[in-house]
């Protein structure tokens, strides 16, 4: 059995950290290259017992692209530069304005960022000695990021639209003298966040103001206009539905992967 800590801080480069206008140096308002403060935990453990073994590992924390896996970072949002501009308008400023303030605020504000949370785990099963069979199994996990972040502003490895990715893997090797023939089977799936269009315009202006943009999207026959309307009778799903304000997603679509490998080595 073991385990493992990981600390690790990284400065934001420019890319995420824009000049402002008229060629303003981002560092004059505070507006500078914050460091990223990340760790990840392990804890693993095999037992062996004759021609049987068993492994399992869990990985969790924050930002995993330093071990080739998913992970990143976002930029932190308040509750005032999310809504910002809403409540200007609702205060009677003009919308353009608004949207301007707001923007301009966070430009002068303090850049912070939060890491994505990763959680993953898998288990190995193997049994035989001259014909070996095994059996490999795992899931990584997009968690979110810490803190309320603007989804915009996502920095990393696939932490924008990768929720989960799960694989199996079964396997026999056969050993003849120092050559082993090898049979692997791969089944791979990854949940995306969803990317239907027409229907994500659909929910976020029913979220929003329970008005109907026609011109976001289009909603032909029967069962479009009972959709429309079940979603308006009680069941609406708000923007969160999809992701929510940590970057978390809930709406997925699965993409599955088929792989056979053959493999010969020769030992020396």
């Given at each position: 059995m073991g385990g493992t800590f990981d600390h690790r801080e990284i400065v934001v480069g420019d890319d995420a950290n824009p000049t402002l206008a008229g060629g303003m140096p981002n560092t004059v308002v505070g507006n500078n290259r914050n460091r990223v403060q990340m760790n990840t935990y392990q804890a693993f453990a095999q037992f062996k017992a004759d021609d049987f073994a068993i492994k399992i590992a869990t990985t969790m924390g924050d930002n995993y692209v330093n071990i080739?896996?998913?992970?990143?970072?976002?930029?932190?949002?308040?509750f005032l530069e999310r809504n910002l501009a809403t409540i200007?308008?609702?205060?009677?400023?003009?919308?353009?304005e608004a949207a301007q303030g707001a923007a301009a605020y966070s430009l002068l504000t303090k850049r912070e960022y939060s890491p994505f949370q990763i959680r993953s785990y898998w288990a190995e099963l193997v049994y035989g000695k001259n014909i070996e069979f095994g059996l490999l199994g795992g899931v990584t996990e997009n968690l979110g990021a810490r803190d309320e972040i603007d989804s915009s502003k996502l920095y990393g490895r696939a932490t924008g639209n990768l929720k989960q990715v799960t694989t199996i893997a079964p396997r026999v090797r056969f050993k003849s003298g120092r050559t082993v023939f090898g049979i692997e089977y791969n089944y791979s799936v990854?949940?995306?966040?969803?990317?239907?269009k027409n229907q994500r315009a659909l929910h976020a202006d029913i979220a929003d103001n329970y008005l109907i943009d026609g011109s976001n999207y289009s909603i032909a026959g029967t069962n479009g206009t009972a959709y429309l309307n079940k979603n308006i009778n009680g069941y609406l799903l708000a923007n969160d539905d999809y992701?929510?304000?940590?970057?978390?997603?809930?709406?997925t679509y699965s993409v599955a992967n088929h792989r056979i490998q053959l493999s010969v080595q020769q030992f020396f």
């Open positions: 080739n896996g998913i992970g990143g970072y976002g930029v932190k949002q308040t200007a308008t609702q205060a009677g400023v003009d919308a353009t990854a949940r995306y966040l969803e990317d239907d992701r929510d304000s940590k970057g978390k997603i809930n709406r």
